[in-house]
């Protein structure tokens, strides 16, 4: 039976930046903000003024000052790629208990020309902290950074349930088949950038070394990227020219900070985020056509797809090994070219809310944000971010109109 908070709150718009990916001319992230912004305002008829509620990773009072607004509710919440599967979550117990009508979730994120301007436009502090946890406590045993926790990760998933490195790499594969559908992926083609087109197993194999047994097509883009929804009440919603997409189910959990306390390499909180999001919905997994997996590295979109229940413990790469994630499969995933081809600024979770509304609002292959064969049939469709070194968890469980 779904929860009291199930569908009491839709997605009815969702937009990118103008640029994203690698522009040409380098971008603030305050900027990519805002452009998002403006964009979802002219799809949806939402003027900015009837937003009363903004969520952003760190964000939301620099963004509600550019707007000129002054919003009932203001969420910060700053997780990792995970914050905006949350944002979501909070916003629609804030809608439910009737202190909003109107939630921005906002999300801009310079990873690419942040490289170019040496930092600066990030609107975060630059450098480590050297006395951090982190640095003191995990950098002396092999894990500093992303790509060496997650290595960590991959080869005890290898050593426990006997996968390779190689049937991860499937994951890179057909994700940029997806990515092959969507002109605004990076890797959409050889058009878009040099190394960009179909790729293999071999291909992934053969690709430079980052951190054994990591090579960079298992890891994901460095890019910029602006994002941006609205979720409003049941009301306005059917007033909207846009389709609702509605919010069934929602949670967040968190197993660890330090990737040292964690307690199996193999297991993320992700089996308890998406058992409260189930329940909320009234759903379970096999009630999923369609799902939108955070995919830092390829090992990330498998484990995933296993504490979700798509798969098997130890099996979870077979969705795509398999066929069933692909173009024309049974349970498409990322059909935006994910992480790992599309997009990913540093934090991913906007790009995975995008996508999905494009999906179930049926807007996904309009010219721009996808071509002949990237719009799905599915109704149903599970989102999961992950924040951290498979630390922190937000999902959502959206359905079609």
């Given at each position: 039976m779904p929860g009291e908070l199930s569908k009491a709150a839709a997605i009815v718009g969702a937009a990118e930046a103008n640029e994203i990916g690698y522009p040409e001319d380098m971008k603030t992230a305050i900027r990519l903000h805002i452009e998002a912004i403006k964009n979802v305002s002219d799809q949806t008829g939402i003027p900015i003024s009837m937003i009363d509620g903004v969520f952003g990773a760190g964000w939301s009072s620099q963004i509600a000052e550019h707007l000129g607004i002054h919003p009932a509710y203001i969420d910060t919440t700053a997780v990792g790629g995970c914050s905006f599967e949350m944002h979501v979550h909070h916003a629609l117990a804030a809608i439910h208990a009737g202190i909003i009508n109107v939630a921005l979730v906002t999300h801009g994120e310079n990873g690419?020309?942040?490289?170019?301007?040496?930092?600066?436009?990030?609107?975060?502090?630059?450098?480590?902290d050297k006395w951090s946890p982190d640095a003191l406590w995990s950098s002396p045993y092999g894990i500093s950074g992303a790509p060496s926790n997650y290595s960590h990760a991959m080869t005890r998933h290898n050593q426990i349930y006997g996968t390779t490195p190689d049937d991860f790499a499937h994951i890179a594969v057909v994700t940029r088949e997806w990515a092959g559908l969507n002109?605004?992926?990076?890797?959409?083609?050889?058009?878009?950038?040099?190394?960009?087109?179909?790729?293999?197993?071999e291909d992934v194999a053969k690709s430079r070394l980052i951190a054994w047994p990591l090579t960079l097509l298992h890891i994901c883009l460095v890019t910029d990227y602006g994002g941006a929804i609205l979720i409003t009440n049941p009301e306005i919603a059917?007033?909207?020219?846009?389709?609702?997409?509605?919010?069934?189910?929602?949670?967040?959990?968190?197993?660890?900070?330090?990737?040292?306390?964690m307690e199996d390499f193999t297991a993320t909180s992700a089996a308890a985020s998406g058992a409260a999001a189930?329940?909320?919905?009234g759903m379970g997994p096999e009630d999923m056509e369609m799902a939108m997996i955070y995919d830092s590295f390829t090992l990330t979109a498998g484990l995933t797809a296993e504490m979700l229940g798509l798969a098997p413990r130890g099996e979870g790469f077979t969705l795509w090994k398999n066929g069933d994630a692909r173009p024309g499969g049974r349970l498409p995933i990322n059909t935006n070219g994910g992480g790992l081809s599309?997009?990913?600024?540093?934090?991913?979770?906007?790009?995975?809310?995008v996508e999905a509304y494009r999906q179930l609002s049926g807007t996904a292959e309009d010219g721009v944000n996808g071509i002949k064969g990237k719009?799905?049939?599915?109704?149903?469709?599970?989102?999961?971010?992950?924040?951290?070194?498979?630390?922190?968890t937000g999902t959502l469980v959206l359905t079609a109109d």
């Open positions: 690419w020309s942040q490289r170019a301007t040496k930092g600066r436009g990030t609107g975060r502090p630059q450098g480590g002109p605004r992926a990076v890797m959409h083609s050889k058009e878009t950038h040099p190394n960009g087109g179909p790729i293999t197993v059917r007033s909207l020219k846009t389709k609702p997409v509605w919010i069934a189910g929602a949670g967040e959990n968190m197993s660890h900070s330090n990737m040292l306390e189930y329940k909320m919905a599309f997009n990913h600024s540093g934090m991913y979770g906007m790009q995975l809310l719009q799905t049939s599915a109704r149903s469709c599970v989102v999961n971010g992950t924040g951290g070194s498979l630390s922190t």
